[in-house]
């Protein structure tokens, strides 16, 4: 009991343990993208260290997460159609801290992250329905079959494995011939039905996302809410280990949490996913 009430303590102050995490995750982020022009982002480097060791509670200006920042609009700058889709998403959240720390309203920063939140869903679900091709269920059906969807749970399905590495093997020769000599091959279906539960599956996804949007739009703080949100979360880690993403989208849940019980399962999807990117399982 003595555990859970540390636990507890911690959870209280939804908005400080967001912002460790949403540094830590940004700390790791960092270091992951560092060896890209190490040359220089190594002064803004020094810069962060230097003010998170030694004045830190020394300025009213939040130094490290100024030059954090800087590093990530760098990226963001010389990167801009190579940058993951969750990379825009850092950016801003940050920036939202940031300005959070010169006007010192939780309720606009909450607003900012819910607008946010809002946002980034909808517009996941409106690429998705404007693509005919995952719309089709064309999109997961290769996924599948290529083994790329759902390989949390290939240890258990073996003989699905081996047919998705059959697979991969024959796309990897067809590309390595000349297409001029148009040859084809043909994928074998890692289950019975693929096809059609590729076209529920995808119509299911943007469904869930449109209503998840809505919901966190109408009712940021509701219970129900964010239970819905964490089950699309892990939904969406068991489908593909989109590690950093997920882990984005539990800090801003943590944001807006209310309940004690549900700040801790979000902690506990940001420390899995941390450890999952420091350990390079996933995607980052």
């Not at 959070?100 to 909808?122: C, E, G, P, R, T």
């Not at 759902?150 to 000349?178: C, G, R, W, Y």
């Not at 469904?207 to 892990?234: C, D, G, N, T, Y």
Request: aromatic content about 16%.
């Amino acid at each position: 009991m003595k555990y859970w009430s540390d636990i507890q303590d911690t959870l209280k102050n939804n908005i400080v343990l967001a912002i460790q995490l949403l540094l830590f995750f940004l700390a790791v982020y960092i270091f992951i993208t560092g060896e890209k022009y190490g040359f220089w982002k190594s002064p803004i480097i020094v810069i962060i260290l230097f003010s998170w060791f030694f004045l830190r509670n020394k300025t009213k200006h939040p130094i490290t997460w100024i030059a954090l920042f800087a590093l990530l609009v760098f990226d963001l700058y010389l990167f801009y159609f190579r940058v993951a889709n969750h990379h825009f998403v850092l950016t801003f959240m940050v920036l939202s801290v940031i300005l959070y720390f010169y006007h010192n309203q939780s309720d606009i920063l909450l607003k900012n992250i819910q607008m946010l939140l809002v946002v980034v869903v909808a517009a996941s679900a409106i690429q998705k329905l404007m693509s005919s091709q995952f719309m089709s269920g064309e999109f997961y059906y290769y996924m599948m079959n290529r083994g790329f969807v759902f390989n949390v749970f290939h240890p258990m399905f073996s003989e699905s494995l081996e047919i998705a590495k059959s697979n991969s093997d024959q796309i990897l020769e067809l590309q390595a011939t000349d297409p001029n000599i148009k040859e084809s091959i043909v994928l074998a279906n890692v289950f019975p039905n693929l096809g059609l539960f590729s076209l529920i599956f995808a119509w299911i996804t943007v469904v869930v996302e449109f209503i998840v949007a809505i919901a966190i739009l109408w009712k940021p703080r509701s219970k129900w809410v964010h239970l819905l949100f964490i089950m699309m979360i892990l939904s969406i880690l068991c489908t593909r280990l989109e590690t950093g993403f997920m882990a984005l989208l539990a800090i801003c849940g943590m944001f807006l949490c209310r309940n004690l019980k549900l700040r801790l399962l979000y902690a506990l999807i940001v420390i899995v996913c941390l450890s999952l990117i420091i350990t390079k399982i996933g995607f980052h």
